[in-house]
């Protein structure tokens, strides 16, 4: 009897070791939680393409947008703890949404297994084309004269556009009536067609439509400068201080996920943040990489929740 066991546990680790050598062996669900044409999809579709060719294996892109990004991520949260279904992670997903959302069908913090870091983009203030307001400071004028006039877009309820323009309306005193979309795309877009008149968004949403004059970037909301529109000021510099936000990206796993298989994919995207090419990818995308561990990426997302909810509460943010 024990040399039988002791033969299985043998055939057992024999087993396992092949498949910690062998993963993945078919394609992987890369879940981006926003609709396509915003920040987020663009993340998603540029790591997914590098791992591919990394892993071997086809990395599927796949959009679930709505809830601010928490239907993307549920899915996720209940999909087979395998690694073959991965989360795009990002900070309103990750450490705001469960701050505004009284009972999301997941637990953040228990039902995932951070991977990696991958990049991060500045925030910015962009008005459509027709807004008159041409600086910081005319536009937090411009609402206070009018008030209900400026119609402010994000990429969902407990965005990080919507939460970066709750905090700049808390600092600054301006007021604008949002109207939250399934995604960054779908806001930009009306952006674009003046449907929507202010827009905190990630700089690659909208750089683009910058010299074309489609929009006007009036800020940065980051510490410095952005080295892909060095002219526009950052917010501090424009006269709203303490409005910082620079959103960042990551991957995540289903919690239980096999240890060798998130440490292969922590592997992978490091290797790709870091890599010459990506990064300069990424900067023309006005992205910077961000290369980081999985500690890392559960530390930062424990720094943004303790930070965000003292904005939430400091600005009297509703819940739902």
Do not use: C
Not at 26 to 47: D, E, H, Q, W, Y
Not at 193 to 207: C, E, H, I, T
Not at 271 to 293: C, I, R, Y
């Amino acid at each position: 009897m024990l040399k039988t066991v002791a033969a299985f546990a043998a055939a057992m680790g024999i087993s396992l070791g092949a498949h910690a050598q062998t993963y993945p062996v078919k394609p992987i669900t890369l879940v981006v939680p926003f609709a396509p044409g915003g920040t987020v999809n663009l993340m998603g579709r540029l790591l997914a393409n590098r791992m591919s060719e990394s892993l071997g294996q086809p990395v599927i892109v796949e959009n679930k947008p709505g809830g601010g990004g928490s239907i993307g991520a549920n899915f996720v949260a209940k999909a087979p703890a395998d690694g073959y279904t991965l989360l795009l992670a990002t900070m309103g997903q990750q450490s705001i949404q469960p701050l505004l959302t009284k009972n999301l069908p997941y637990d953040a913090n228990k039902d995932f297994a951070p991977v990696a870091l991958f990049s991060t983009v500045p925030n910015v203030l962009a008005v459509s084309a027709d807004t008159p307001a041409k600086t910081v400071a005319e536009l937090v004028e411009y609402a206070k004269q009018h008030p209900g006039k400026l119609n402010m877009a994000s990429a969902g309820m407990g965005s990080v556009n919507h939460l970066t323009g709750e905090l700049f309306m808390y600092r600054s005193g301006a007021k604008f009536e949002h109207v939250p979309y399934r995604g960054a795309g779908p806001a930009t877009a009306d952006l674009l067609s003046g449907q929507v008149q202010v827009l905190f968004a990630n700089l690659p949403n909208v750089l683009p439509y910058i010299k074309p004059g489609k929009v006007r970037v009036l800020a940065v909301a980051s510490e410095h400068r952005s080295a892909a529109i060095p002219d526009v000021p950052t917010l501090a510099e424009a006269g709203v201080k303490d409005a910082v936000v620079e959103s960042w990206y990551g991957v995540m796993a289903p919690a239980g996920t096999p240890d060798d298989v998130v440490r292969k994919l922590q592997e992978t995207v490091i290797a790709l943040a870091k890599d010459p090419s990506m990064v300069a990818h990424l900067a023309e995308q006005g992205a910077v990489p961000f290369a980081g561990t999985r500690q890392d990426l559960a530390k930062l997302s424990d720094e943004e929740t303790v930070r965000w909810k003292q904005i939430i509460d400091g600005a009297n943010v509703q819940t739902n």
